[in-house]
């Protein structure tokens, strides 16, 4: 096959197969999206603007699946960086540009749904397709890439590689949580971002989510070296990236690429415990993590970040509860002491009612009922009787005299 040497080369750089494109079509088409770009030309985006919006300024990347740029945002006030990927089938075989456009279309939502909840997860700004092509705007990380700190022939400090692992885990973590699974960890994909040290997890163009089958096709997504056998297969597991992970601890400690390191022959596991210095414990956590048969590792993140490093999950967890039950404890009190100021607020309005009441009727009680207006004199009672009887001649008399 003539194309053989080529084919090896950009698998090292990614290896993307189509096993069910491969048996049907040509066999020119064991690698998908991969190899020379179709258009010959350099950097056709620089300067352009895409949206009228998002003016492209410099390559930072040629890919797997198009190129990476950064560009500037010119609807937002200061006109802040941001990265744009530009997705473009470099083989133009009518089979492969769906598959394009589905992972594509997968990074953008995994993307949104995980930048937008995770700030160490580029956040979406936007994706659109123009022109046939795909572009993907995610907010531009300000930092560099793991490959400047796990340098070849330069081992870190088991403590500096515990640091790491934990620092990767705890991002992939909440991957893991949206049952994604990233199937691209390499130090290429991991940033140290500037402004606080942390990382930032990048790329999102290989991810799968656990329980959606990729239509009729099963595609081996990732690279080698960092992709255990049962992804290289087409059936990666949440375990798949945590052999990456474990990868990464290798090659830290020992200064050597995946690809220096050699393997049992009859075992499949890597041979690398002489080539460090390391911990028993620390070597055999990395063990578990690379271990051939993906039953046998850490099934998630949350797993192999609980073997890494017990007592910070656990006081990260005793921590948690203890602030969640000060919390609860701090929410009860103020509940009780609103139901007791509600209770004396309500005790106090009613006593003042109640005597209210009281007082009232006390005093509509003791005054006297209203009488006609008494007569001053008992002799105006007499006048006023002998009135009403003027027939009596005693009566007669007594008012003539008068
Ligand atoms: N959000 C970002 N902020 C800053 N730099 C970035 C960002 N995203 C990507 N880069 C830079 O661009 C490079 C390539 O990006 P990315 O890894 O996403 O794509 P790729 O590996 O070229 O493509 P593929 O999806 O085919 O693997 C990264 O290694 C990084 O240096
Ligand atoms: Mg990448």
Known sequence: MRQYPRIIKTLRHRYETVTQLKS???????????????????????????????KIIQLLARGGSGDTYLAVDLDLPGQPYCVVKHFYPKHPHPAVIPIAKNLFEREAESLYQLGKNHNQIPTLFAHFHEDGDFYLVQEFVDGYDLTQEIVPGKPLSEEAVIHLLKDILEVLDF???????????????????????????????????????????????????????????????????????GMIGIQALTGLKPEELQEDADTGEIIWRDKAQVSDRLADVLDTMVHERHSQRYQSAAEALQALIPEFRLSQYAEFSAQSENAEDNSLQLYKKFILLLGMGLGIITSVIILGLIYIFLRTSVSPPKQPTPRH??????????????????????????
């Open 175 to 245: 991957v893991h949580q949206h049952k994604i699974i990233h199937r691209d960890i390499k130090p290429h994909n991991i940033m140290r971002r500037h402004s606080d040290q942390k990382i930032v997890l990048i790329d999102f163009g290989s991810i799968k989510k656990l329980g959606i089958q990729g239509a009729t096709l099963t595609i081996a997504v990732g690279t080698p070296g960092y992709m255990p056998t049962e992804q290289a297969k087409g059936k990666p597991k949440l375990s798949s990236d945590i052999y990456a992970v």
């Open 24 to 54: 049907r079509v040509s066999s020119n088409i064991n690698y998908l999206l991969s190899g020379e770009p179709k258009k010959k030309q350099q950097y056709p985006l620089i300067k352009k603007i895409l949206r009228n919006r998002f």
């Open 377 to 402: 004199s008992w002799r105006e009672n007499f006048v006023a009787h002998l009135s009403t009887n003027v027939d009596n001649p005693v009566a007669q008399k007594w008012l003539n005299k008068n």
